[in-house]
């Protein structure tokens, strides 16, 4: 079956710190996969999607970036982090069918 | 472009019925969903409607899609408290229906 790992859980950042979340997928080949952020008491922003290894597109100019290193492994980083940046940061993995699969999610706050 | 849209707050006593509503724009979407959120946590995918149906239901969730209004509902029946969470809304978008577009959100909050 398949799943998707999100990690870490929670994570304090000063500002100006670099920041590094990662997600895998396990158990499909060539997903297409997903960043989102939900600020506090808000809806999801599409942050990136990729649609396969390298290729990554972005939503909305932002402090942030992703890549895709291998298949079913996706990054989001940042060289320094600003205080906007403190957010629920979710991956996500599709295979173009019945919906999404979301990992449990980053709770970053940068201080 | 193309946009979702739902009521952010709903409150319903434990036992009654909680009708979500939703509308989007793009008439072209092949699936629309329904996501829950508990607090904390990532979503999950409650149900989902192919875009020629006009009713889905599955146990105690009732899906009602009106394409012409592009109106999406999700019916709960007897609600409880553990149904206490943020209610998602998604279309599928892209030659492929390989992007999501989500509402901002229905967070429903089940009394005693």
């Known amino acids: 079956s398949q799943t998707i790992h999100q990690w870490p859980a929670t994570l304090v950042q000063p500002v100006g710190s670099p920041l590094s979340l990662e997600c895998t997928v396990e158990?499909?080949?060539?997903?297409?996969l997903y960043w989102y952020r939900q600020a506090a008491g808000r809806g999801l922003q599409l942050l990136f999607y990729?649609?396969?290894?390298?290729?990554i597109s972005s939503e909305v100019p932002q402090n942030l970036s992703a890549s895709r290193p291998q298949d079913r492994q996706f990054i989001l980083s940042s060289k320094k982090l600003l205080l906007s940046d403190s957010g629920f940061y979710l991956c996500?993995?599709?295979?173009?069918?019945?919906?999404?699969?979301f990992g449990s999610g980053t709770r970053l706050t940068v201080v | 472009g193309e946009d979702v849209e739902q009521s952010l707050f709903l409150s319903v006593r434990e036992g009654d019925s909680s009708v979500i509503n939703c509308t989007y724009t793009?008439?072209?979407?092949?699936?629309l969903y329904w996501y829950k959120q508990e607090p904390g946590a990532g979503l999950q995918l409650l149900t989902y409607?192919?875009?020629?149906?006009d009713m889905k239901q599955d146990q105690r969730l009732t899906v009602l899609l009106n394409k012409k209004d592009k109106h999406l509902s999700l019916r709960i029946a007897d609600t409880q408290t553990g149904d206490s969470a943020i209610y998602f809304c998604?279309?599928?978008?892209?030659?492929?229906?390989?992007?999501?577009?989500f509402g901002p959100g229905t967070r429903l909050s089940v009394l005693p």
């Open positions: 996500a993995w599709s295979a173009g069918g019945h919906g999404y699969t």
């Open positions: 158990g499909t080949s060539n997903p297409n």
């Open positions: 990729s649609v396969g290894i390298g290729q």
């Open positions: 793009d008439s072209s979407s092949t699936y």
């Open positions: 409607i192919f875009s020629n149906m």
């Open positions: 998604a279309e599928s978008i892209g030659n492929y229906g390989q992007n999501f577009v």
